[in-house]
């Protein structure tokens, strides 16, 4: 029986979606709910599994290709044929291994190739553990990884390589990369962007998580980190500020009475902005909890378009990278962005006496024409006052 494999419907928000990886060959076995194929959209990236137990017969998009929504991509027969690999197998080990070799190469999927090329790997050193001895994204990478690297010898000279061995590799970006870049460069030139900075002593919540941070998790079943109480410092701030929880349509100025706060998360794939729902009404352990499930989601590319959909302010933390301070840019249509970062011990004066303190910086960024100096100064002083004195937090004030 043929069955048409299909792009999933794609939503509103997407024209179309890019054919990022094949998982698998025209004739390669496959068991039902496979992953055949991965499909790249402006921001999420889409699986496409087996129906059946089966095998592709025919591909009619190729890697790199540009798709619409419901689009047929490939002909699939469901049912297992008995024998068919065997008898491939059997006839690959029976042809000259020249032979064998340059089928080998000709099989490579798109996707290898290019892997091999970036690793500047030997196709033929590589053992194939797909059908037919074919050699697998998973192949190349486990050789890469068990590769034992070269050994220097202490008494031959270092040799300079010739500029003839210089090269260049060029990748075409994805289409989250263009689509991040090309929003980045909208806020840039379509926004009067303006950052200001402030600094925050980290000491009474360092202090709160060092107490209570085995009942916590405990009662809770999860770490208490830091972003939990970022986000509640941010909401509380907003409610004070609702201009910056507002947004610009066309003449028009947008106030949200919900608070919906986007996290930025750094994937494989690239920086990502999931969204955190009606934040005011979670607790510590309720944000807790949420961002750890959309920062796995974001590694294991599980993020779906609703979790990147909305959010009226976004927080992002460089700190876990180290950065000191930065100015972060507006993420679209949002009229503000809250940068922390790394957390450092500085000798700070304390009624007239110099202690050392863990301080950190904070930044925001803010779209000027909706927001002015007074508004995001004061929203800033704020986050700052509602981490500094957690307890104003639980007392509202």
């Known amino acids: 029986m043929s069955i048409e494999i299909k792009v999933p419907v794609l939503p509103e928000s997407v024209a179309d979606a890019t054919i990022a990886t094949w998982h698998v060959q025209a004739g390669e076995q496959v ?22 137990d089966g095998q592709i017969s025919a591909f009619l998009a190729e890697e790199g290709d540009t798709v619409l929504g419901e689009a047929v991509i490939a002909s699939f027969v469901a049912g297992a044929v008995a024998g068919q690999e065997v008898t491939k197998a059997q006839a690959e080990a029976a042809a000259p291994a020249s ?7 000709d099989a490579l999927s798109p996707s290898v190739r290019r892997l091999i090329a970036e690793h500047n790997v030997d196709a033929n050193a590589v053992k194939g553990t797909g059908v037919g001895g074919r050699i697998t994204k998973e192949d190349v990478e486990a050789f890469v990884k068990n590769k034992p690297a070269a050994a220097p010898t202490p008494s031959a000279p270092v040799a300079v390589a ?17 689509t ?15 950052t200001t900075f402030n600094e925050v002593n980290m000491k009474p919540i360092m202090d709160i998580r060092k107490q209570y941070q085995e009942i916590f998790e405990k009662r809770h079943g999860i770490r208490l980190g ?15 500020f609702p201009e910056v929880n507002a947004s610009i349509d066309g003449d028009d100025i947008v106030y949200h009475n919900y608070f919906d706060v986007s996290i930025a998360v750094s994937t494989p794939r690239g920086l990502v902005t999931p969204v955190l729902r009606d934040t005011d009404k979670m607790s510590l352990a309720d944000i807790e909890r949420n961002v750890r499930e959309l920062a796995i989601k974001g590694r294991d590319g599980k993020l779906t378009v609703d979790d990147m959909t909305g ?31 790394a957390i450092k011990d500085r000798p700070m004066a304390v009624n007239g006496q110099v202690e050392i303190l863990p301080m950190m910086y904070l ?8 927001v002015d100096g007074r508004e995001s100064v004061g929203y800033l002083v704020a986050i700052k006052d ?4 957690p307890t104003r937090l639980l007392l509202d004030l």
């Open 180 to 194: 991040i870049a090309n929003r980045l460069l909208e806020a840039k030139n379509s926004t009067a962007m303006l």
């Open 386 to 389: 509602f981490l500094e004195d």
């Open 363 to 370: 930044a925001l960024s803010y779209d000027h024409r909706i």
């Open 31 to 52: 068991s039902r709910d496979q992953i055949l194929v991965d499909i790249e959209t402006d921001k999420v990236v889409l699986e496409v599994v087996a129906p059946e």
């Open 99 to 105: 032979e064998t070799a340059d089928e080998s190469n």
């Open 311 to 341: 959010g009226n302010f976004t927080v992002t933390n460089g700190g876990v990278f180290g950065s000191l301070m930065s100015t972060p840019i507006l993420n679209l249509p949002q009229s503000a962005i809250l940068g922390m970062h």
């Open 226 to 240: 830091f972003m939990s109480f970022y986000v509640k410092a941010v909401t509380e701030a907003l409610k004070r």
């Open 162 to 178: 010739p500029l003839a061995e210089r090269s260049e590799k060029r990748v075409p970006m994805t289409r989250l990369r263009k």
